[in-house]
């Protein structure tokens, strides 16, 4: 959890995967600006790399690569917008927006933080470090410290999937380590950055009721229709 928090079980709610769609194609079209080649545009490779992962239909992943590339004619306005706090029980939090509409997007997060506390620029981003997120699936027994250490990557932990293992790089890293791993016996399953918490807080220091509402207020946040990432400082 102290790198992204993930939603029990969502990838196997049908309702949850259609999000995750939406998601995934606002970062293909915001990536398929800078050119429509995945070959020739790294962060558009890791989006499309993201996309096959959950299988979204090629027609799809084909459209937002158009769309957001200028083919079709329609015009693409999303923002980046970045939101920081902290959730029940003081637990820092993240959160990666792509909104059309910035001041919608303001309010919806104002008022789903009052059950936390919204913070201001950096008032919790300094205790995070901004990073390269691989996350990779060994193949024949691949051991994932000399993966990192021959790829470059600065650290790596189990993945919130068994069987993978997240690899964490220097931001300017991300595209030459996620290159460099099936070299090393790991399949790259996604590539992105990231943000992940210094000082994560330990799960097992809240009791169930107090790590319920923690997870509830997280959930309730990754259910907008314009957050693209949530961000925990939870570990464990």
Same mark, same amino acid.
């Given at each position: 959890?102290?790198?992204?928090?993930?939603?029990?079980?969502?990838?196997?709610?049908?309702?949850?995967?259609?999000?995750?769609?939406?998601?995934?194609?606002?970062?293909?079209?915001? =990536?398929?600006?800078?050119?429509?080649?995945?070959?020739?545009?790294?962060?558009?490779?890791?989006?499309?790399?993201?996309?096959?992962?959950?299988?979204?239909?090629?027609?799809? $992943? /084909?459209?937002?690569?158009?769309?957001?590339?200028?083919?079709?004619?329609?015009?693409?306005?999303?923002?980046?917008?970045?939101?920081?706090?902290? =959730?029940?029980?003081?637990?820092?939090?993240?959160?990666?927006?792509?909104?059309?509409?910035?001041?919608?997007?303001?309010?919806?997060?104002?008022?789903?933080?009052?059950?936390?506390?919204? &913070?201001?620029?950096?008032?919790?981003?300094?205790?995070?470090? @901004?990073? &390269?997120?691989?996350?990779?699936?060994?193949?024949?027994?691949? /051991?994932?410290?000399?993966?990192?250490?021959?790829?470059?990557?600065?650290?790596?932990?189990?993945?919130?999937?068994?069987?993978?293992?997240?690899?964490?790089?220097?931001?300017? /890293? $991300?595209?030459?380590? !996620?290159?460099?791993?099936? /070299? @090393?016996?790991?399949?790259?399953?996604?590539?992105?950055?990231?943000?992940?918490?210094?000082?994560?807080?330990? !799960?097992?220091? $809240?009791?169930?009721?107090?790590?319920?509402?923690?997870?509830?207020?997280?959930?309730?946040?990754?259910?907008?229709?314009?957050?693209? @990432?949530?961000?925990?400082? $939870? =570990?464990?």
């Amino acid at each position: 959890m102290g790198a992204q928090w993930k939603e029990k079980g969502k990838a196997l709610a049908a309702d949850a995967k259609g999000k995750l769609f939406t998601k995934l194609v606002k970062d293909i079209m915001i =990536a398929a600006r800078s050119g429509a080649e995945p070959k020739d545009n790294a962060k558009l490779r890791m989006c499309v790399e993201a996309a096959r992962k959950v299988s979204m239909p090629k027609e799809t $992943l /084909d459209r937002a690569i158009k769309k957001g590339a200028g083919l079709t004619g329609e015009t693409i306005n999303y923002t980046s917008v970045v939101y920081e706090g902290f =959730a029940p029980h003081r637990v820092p939090v993240v959160v990666e927006c792509l909104t059309d509409n910035v001041n919608r997007t303001a309010s919806d997060v104002r008022s789903l933080f009052r059950k936390g506390q919204l &913070g201001t620029p950096g008032s919790v981003t300094w205790d995070y470090d @901004h990073l &390269g997120m691989i996350e990779a699936e060994a193949k024949d027994g691949a /051991d994932a410290e000399l993966a990192a250490i021959e790829a470059g990557a600065q650290d790596f932990e189990a993945g919130d999937e068994e069987g993978t293992t997240l690899f964490y790089t220097d931001a300017a /890293d $991300l595209d030459l380590v !996620a290159k460099a791993l099936p /070299d @090393h016996g790991f399949t790259v399953l996604s590539a992105k950055l990231g943000y992940k918490a210094k000082n994560p807080i330990a !799960a097992s220091s $809240l009791d169930a009721a107090a790590l319920a509402e923690v997870e509830a207020f997280l959930q309730a946040i990754d259910g907008n229709d314009d957050v693209q @990432h949530v961000y925990a400082g $939870l =570990a464990g």
